[in-house]
């Protein structure tokens, strides 16, 4: 197995002033070829410390993706960093340079001398074309390790790891079968409560359960090599039957898209009318596709149960929809989340303390909770079932 890592570099980064998702990005797509990240690294714009830390990689690493530092400014220093690491000159590329120009040229702008810097590169390094950008990546040897050096924009980044860096990887190294990894989501039970009977289960030799817990979701995984599927598989089954009722989707789509898919499928039309959740809804829904019948964000007021289920009920009626989804009340009161169908309509009542769970995480479970009301009565099973940590107070049929 080659031990491949990433280099992050930038103050922004360090510091937490953006989100590094080139890392995320990079680490799950290399995850999929068969080439698992072993470390992550982060350094800020210090030469001493991007010339030690290249340094000191290069004794442990095989591969070594390094991400940022290719721009124009004082502050982009990867380049100048690894011809310090190497003990080499930067020496200019001409042709990228001519390029360059070119670029600008044909945008009807004349380019900046400081973008000259772009076109230096360490003395023995491989130029790796960028074909969206004026950075241009290279790959350079130093000691054991083969580095390639990156832009940090994410558009840039991901199409020279997908065009130009992955298939010189696969050139120069037999690389192995992707890892197996089976996932699925569920919603109610909390970490620790799947994982009292899940650690019990014996695992196949090499694969690994995992748990990801995000608010108001935890994800399972079990993961291993391709050459232990069989056994992934039939362990799988147990995992499912664990989990029970609490599993709202499996694989990495995600529930809006899955409910989005099913509901286009069957032609059901579908509107909204959220107060608590502000538009959370329609937000999730839309971004995977669903085209909705209508939909409302409203100021919150204080509703009964029953007053919040004929409302919905009523509204699918007036909107000629197949479905409506509610979700009403005040924040610091109950919260009602509804679901009229043609079957009839259901609602439940719900109660959070405000002091233990954050606003945005009461929106996003009130916002689960209808859309796993949604699922359930999609897949013709019973739309209230049980939920676990959420204190559901009440709960109606109409």
């Known amino acids: 197995m080659l031990n491949v890592e990433m280099l992050s570099t930038g103050d ?28 992550r690294n982060t350094v800020g714009d210090s030469l001493d410390a991007l010339v030690a830390i290249l340094r000191e990689r290069s004794q442990h690493a095989d591969v070594l993706i390094v991400n940022g530092g290719l721009g124009p400014t004082g502050d982009d220093l990867s380049a100048l960093a690894a011809a310090t690491a190497k ?3 930067l020496v200019l590329h001409e042709a990228w340079l001519a390029g360059m120009e070119r670029f600008f040229r044909e945008r009807g702008r004349v380019m900046a001398s400081s973008n000259r810097k772009q076109a230096e590169l360490p003395a023995s390094a491989e130029l790796i074309n960028n074909p969206v950008g004026t950075a241009c990546g290279f790959a350079l040897q130093l000691n054991r390790c083969l580095m390639f050096f990156t832009p940090g924009v994410p558009s840039e980044f991901k199409v020279m790891i997908e065009q130009e860096i992955l298939p010189r990887l696969r050139e120069r190294f037999s690389l192995p079968e992707p890892p197996l990894c089976l996932r699925l989501t569920t919603f109610g039970r909390s970490e620790s409560d799947l994982a009292q009977s899940l650690d019990a289960l014996p695992l196949p030799e090499e694969v690994t359960m995992g748990y990801r817990s995000s608010m108001p979701i935890v994800e399972l995984k079990l993961t291993g090599p391709s050459g232990q599927r069989a056994a992934m598989e039939s362990l799988w089954q147990e995992v499912k039957r664990v989990a029970g009722q609490s599993i709202i989707f499996e694989g ?7 409910l989005v898919h099913a509901l286009q499928e069957r032609q059901f039309s579908l509107t909204l009318s959220e107060q608590f959740t502000g538009g959370l809804l329609a937000l999730q829904l839309s971004r995977a596709g669903m085209a909705l019948r209508d939909s409302e964000v409203a100021p919150s007021r204080e509703e009964t149960l029953d007053e919040t289920a004929r409302r919905i009920d009523g509204r699918r009626r007036a909107q000629r929809a197949d479905l409506a989804l509610a979700i009403a009340g005040l924040e610091n009161e109950h919260l009602n989340v509804a679901l009229a169908t043609p079957d009839g309509t259901f609602a439940l009542r719900v109660r959070f303390s405000t002091t233990r769970y954050s606003l945005p995480v009461r929106q996003e479970v009130c916002a689960m909770m209808a859309l796993n009301m949604l699922r359930r009565w999609l897949n013709g099973q019973p739309v209230a079932s049980d939920h676990g940590w959420i204190e559901v107070v009440e709960s109606l049929t109409l």
């Open 252 to 258: 990495t789509e995600g529930l809006p898209a899955q």
């Open 12 to 39: 922004e980064v360090l510091h937490g002033q953006i989100v590094d998702t080139n890392a995320a990005w990079l680490a799950d797509f290399f995850f999929h070829q068969g080439l698992p990240l072993s470390r």
């Open 87 to 89: 003990g080499e000159p």
